[in-house]
């Protein structure tokens, strides 16, 4: 049975710091790329970060040089560092395991984590 579990959102000040865990469960986690999505009140899912099941990342425009995603397939975990925080960073926080290869079609969400930021 596959799980996918977020952890560690939370409530934080403007220009704080959070880091976004997402540890993976019933997977061949070195086969999969993850994927941080968000998802505001009113407002469409959008991608965040990703990272390949080889290491690499991609950021949408308004997170890079704030964000960093990293994996550590020892462990089955995909983080996100959230640094320089905004309040148009409130949102709740997906984490996707992506399916590549042989597992291409394998596509798994977790429930999300609640980040919210102040003013």
């Known amino acids: 049975q596959v799980h996918i579990v977020e952890s560690g959102g939370g409530l934080v000040q403007a220009g704080g710091s959070l880091r976004l865990s997402c540890a993976a469960s019933?997977?061949?986690?070195?086969?999969?790329?993850m994927d941080w999505y968000r998802q505001a009140p009113g407002k469409q899912r959008e991608l965040v970060a990703t990272?390949?099941?080889?290491?690499?990342?991609n950021y949408t425009e308004s997170t890079k040089g704030r964000f960093t995603i990293s994996r550590d397939n020892a462990k089955n975990t995909v983080s996100l560092q959230m640094n320089s925080l905004k309040p148009e960073d409130t949102a709740v926080y997906y984490c996707?395991?992506?399916?590549?290869?042989?597992?291409?079609?394998?596509?798994?969400w977790g429930q999300g984590t609640q980040v919210t930021v102040s003013s």
């Open positions: 019933g997977i061949t986690f070195s086969r999969y790329a």
């Open positions: 996707n395991a992506r399916g590549v290869g042989f597992y291409r079609n394998n596509n798994y």
């Open positions: 990272i390949s099941d080889d290491g690499r990342t």
